[in-house]
C-alpha cells in the first residue's frame, strides 16, 4: 500500500527556517521522481519543488528558489525540504508526490510563518 507520511512543519516567525520531511513506502521510491506541493485553502495545489529518481537534479517554483532546497535519503525511503528565510506567503500545508503513484498522497505537514 502506497504511503507518505509528512512531517517537520510547524509555526516559525518570518526570516526562520524549517525542515521537512516525507517518508515514502509502498513503491519503489529510488526509481521515481519526487516532488513537494504546498496547498492554501481555496487554491489549487502549487508545485514548489523536484527532484530526480537519482538526486541529481533539482527544480524550483520561482517563488522559492533560493530560499528552499530539496534533497533525497535513497535507502531511508525519504525526501526532504530545507526551507529558510520564510516569509508569510509560505504558509500552507506541504505534501510530497511520487511520479510513479500520482494519485496519492499523504496528509501534510502544516508550515505557519507568522510574528
Known amino acids: 500500500q502506497v504511503q507518505f507520511v509528512e512531517s517537520g512543519g510547524g509555526l516559525v516567525q518570518p526570516g526562520g527556517s524549517l525542515r521537512l520531511s516525507c517518508a515514502a513506502s509502498g513503491f519503489i521510491f529510488k526509481t521515481s521522481l519526487m516532488s513537494w506541493y504546498r496547498q492554501v485553502p481555496g487554491k489549487e495545489r502549487e508545485l514548489v519543488a523536484f527532484?530526480?529518481?537519482?538526486?541529481?537534479?533539482?527544480n524550483y517554483a520561482d517563488s522559492v528558489k533560493g530560499r528552499f532546497t530539496i534533497s533525497r535519503d535513497n535507502a531511508e525511503n525519504t525526501v526532504y525540504l530545507q526551507m529558510n528565510n520564510l516569509k508569510p506567503e509560505d504558509t500552507a500545508v506541504y505534501y510530497c508526490?511520487?511520479?510513479?503513484?500520482?494519485?496519492?498522497w499523504g496528509l501534510g505537514t502544516q508550515v505557519t510563518v507568522s510574528s
Open positions: 508526490n511520487a511520479r510513479k503513484v500520482p494519485t496519492y
Open positions: 527532484i530526480s529518481a537519482g538526486g541529481s537534479s533539482t
